[in-house]
């Protein structure tokens, strides 16, 4: 069978439908445009995205969406300057091409499992789209056909220099294109067009060896493909971190598009094996340090700008533009004269970090182990209460953004929606839980039953709020959020504290035996040890700044501490968490896990509470912030600024992972 991609024939557009012209060359691309369906699967469990070969076009690939089984379905990558795109440019560049793809697919978000398949220049737009897309949870698998790795030297010629008849005679040999089109001089002329243009942006093309995806990666090399032979495909290896198979196909270079049925067969047996492997162990882990510059930058020459600022010190002042002015005061809000919230900040401003040159670091290791679990990323979520003030879905959307991101949340007991389903949002993602221990033991003990029996990892009881700050902003607009039944889920949905309530009682009755009872005063460290004995959870105390507390925390059966001025909101005036972390570190040991808030704004920060002896940090409002500013979407875009930023200071100290990070990438006036 020959191959039907005629670059003039007229494609299907999605879903069938008559394909729309073309817009303007430049300006923002309409995603639309970038993808074909030729059979509609809107059941099949996964999706199969394919990209053309140098000349080719979307429907090259008709044929094998109709060989494929109903469980699969097919979306053909329709690049610009051909068929119905004809009015557009072709792409200069790959990355071009790659931008456009991960822009339409991230644009009309779908649940189902997504995979990669890209047939010979097309692999290059594939591996480039995987990248871009590792941020948004990535492919499942990507697969290569005909194509040697992206590092590689193609040695390719170059087509400027070649003649149409030497040209189409090259064409002839490697099979693939029907004779009759090559016959007709006006589609021919139209052919080797597409070709000269796809192959300048492939010549163009550069990619650093040890460039890596996150998914595995499948060859599919063809028996008789004159192009491409195994020894070539090794390589693949060193541009994935999941591992590389090479498959032999029968035929030549255009084996993949020639024989559809033949090439349907171990695309379906890995796409089913991806998705039952992923089922029987939950989600697949998601890529929490995507390349994010690279995709800004991308983005940017699509014509984007990013919906929120990457600068993560600014977050404060659009949130203040958007949110409501009383949620907003609520949020950003400090005790007294705002003196321990300035100091937060300014005790991170006064370190200074010291750059190391040419250490060979490609990308820092930056996963830490906390309580036997190994984490991607030596920061969590922060507890902050009532997070619906910044958003309808509150504290639901935020764990769905810190899964995609693989970042812990530890759940506020003052949250907006029950722990239960925070708990289900999350999947099978890691979270721990805050408690308030309230006046009323068996509500706490009920709290913590009900953290535990929903899989939260670890129980983080906060002793600095036992007495409210003195929080000027919340008191000149006289907004509680809780007294107006915000922050409250935990309790209303509590059998324990419901049983106190008379059955008939109205939800002003519940705000006011929450306020009755939800903390306590009187707490002391005999009430931790209580604790102790309800959980066998970690146990972590957060609010500590004096290392005698510390001791004390440790004596009474705490497993780690959380250095905190709970975000300059309780003791105005006091000493930065910052500037207490070292003495309580010297007090606890080396041993025991130390986690630090208060002030963290960037990645520098992190690695800065790192070398002072942090073994992670919790990330406290600027959250909050993108939440209020774009929902779960704002939430992923900061963590995902922060993570890069903080990989990227990782590096640029010259540490190849936190191990490496020591009091020795702080400047200490003495450089010798
Ligand atoms: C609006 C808001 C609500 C908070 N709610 C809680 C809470 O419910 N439990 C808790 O332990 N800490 C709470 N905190 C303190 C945070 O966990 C964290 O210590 C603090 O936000 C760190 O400061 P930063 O956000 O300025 O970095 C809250 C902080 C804010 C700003």
Redesign the pocket.
């Known amino acids: 069978m020959g191959m039907t991609n005629t670059p003039t024939a007229d494609p299907v557009s999605p879903g069938g439908r008559a394909a729309r012209p073309a817009g303007p060359a430049s300006g923002p691309v309409d995603p639309s445009r970038w993808l074909r369906t030729y059979h509609p699967r809107g059941s099949a469990a996964a999706r199969l995205v394919c990209f053309p070969h140098a000349g080719g076009a979307a429907n090259a690939f008709v044929a094998l969406s109709a060989a494929l089984p109903e469980d699969v379905e097919l979306l053909a990558v329709q690049y610009p300057g051909r068929q119905d795109r004809r009015g557009e440019p072709c792409a200069q560049d790959l990355s071009e091409l790659a931008a456009g793809v991960a822009g339409a697919l991230t644009a009309s978000p779908d649940d189902r499992p997504l995979f990669l398949l890209g047939h010979s220049m097309g692999a290059l737009v594939a591996f480039e789209t995987a990248r871009l897309l590792e941020g948004h949870g990535g492919p499942a698998r990507l697969f290569v056909s005909a194509a040697r790795p992206p590092a590689q030297d193609w040695q390719e010629p170059d087509l400027a220099l070649v003649g149409d008849g030497e040209l189409i005679a090259g064409l002839r040999r490697l099979g693939g294109i029907p004779e009759p089109l090559l016959a007709d001089p006006e589609i021919a002329a139209e052919i080797l067009r597409l070709l000269r243009a796809d192959h300048r942006a492939l010549l163009r093309h550069r990619c650093a060896r040890g460039t890596a995806v996150a998914a595995p990666v499948t060859v599919l090399l063809a028996s008789a493909d004159p192009k491409n032979s195994p020894a070539q495909m090794a390589d693949w290896g060193g541009h994935t971190t999941r591992g590389h198979e090479v498959v032999s196909l029968s035929g030549g270079h255009f084996a993949l598009l020639e024989r559809p049925a033949e090439s349907a067969v171990p695309l379906t047996e890995r796409i089913r094996g991806d998705l039952a492997r992923a089922e029987a162990s939950g989600a697949p882990a998601p890529e929490p340090l995507a390349d994010l510059v690279r995709e800004l930058m991308m983005e940017g020459l699509a014509g984007r700008a990013p919906r929120l600022t990457t600068d993560l010190t600014a977050l404060e002042a659009a949130a203040g533009r958007v949110m409501a002015p009383e949620a907003f005061a609520?949020?950003s809000g400090t005790a007294g004269s705002g003196a321990t919230?300035r100091a937060?900040r300014a005790a991170f401003e006064a370190l200074r970090l010291v750059p190391r040159m040419l250490r060979g670091t490609r990308r820092a290791d930056t996963s830490v182990t906390l309580f036997g679990q190994r984490l991607p990323v030596p920061v969590l979520l922060?507890?902050?209460?009532a997070q619906q003030v910044a958003h309808p879905e509150g504290e639901s959307a935020t764990v769905r953004a810190a899964a995609a991101t693989g970042v812990p949340m530890v759940l506020?007991?003052?949250a907006s929606r029950t722990l239960e389903e925070v708990a289900e949002a999350a999947g099978g993602h890691p979270r721990w839980f805050?408690l308030?221990l309230p006046s009323d033991r068996a509500v706490g003990a009920s709290l913590v039953r009900r953290a535990e029996a929903s899989g939260y990892g670890a129980i983080?009881v906060?002793v600095d709020?036992t007495h409210l700050g003195f929080r000027p902003a919340e008191l000149d607009s006289g907004y509680s959020p809780f007294l107006r039944g915000t922050g409250i889920a935990n309790f209303t949905s509590d059998p324990v504290f419901r049983a106190g309530l008379p059955a008939d009682a109205d939800a002003t009755q519940a705000v006011l035996r929450w306020a009755q009872i939800s903390t306590d005063p009187t707490l002391t460290w005999e009430d931790l040890a209580w604790l102790r004995g309800l959980t066998r959870l970690p146990l972590l105390v957060?609010g500590i700044l004096h290392p005698d507390d510390a001791r004390l925390a440790l004596e009474h059966g705490a497993d780690g501490v959380v250095v905190?001025t709970?975000?300059?909101?309780q003791l105005d005036g006091s000493v930065s968490a910052l500037e207490s972390l070292p003495a309580v570190r010297a007090a606890v040991g080396s041993d025991v896990p130390v986690l630090m808030?208060?002030?963290?704004r960037t990645g520098s920060d992190v690695l800065k509470a790192v070398a002072l002896g942090a073994d992670a940090v919790?990330?406290?409002?600027p959250y909050?912030y993108g939440l209020g500013l774009d929902g779960g979407r704002g939430v992923e875009h900061v963590l995902r600024c922060l993570l890069t930023d903080l990989a990227l200071a990782l590096a640029l100290t010259g540490c190849a992972s936190l191990a490496d990070v020591g009091p020795h990438v702080l400047a200490n006036g003495d450089l010798r």
């Not at 709970?566 to 909101?569: L, M, N, T, Y």
């Open positions: 609520y949020v919230g937060g922060a507890p902050l209460a506020s007991t003052f805050q308030y983080v906060t709020a957060k905190s709970h975000g300059g909101r808030d208060s002030g963290i919790l990330y406290g409002r909050v």
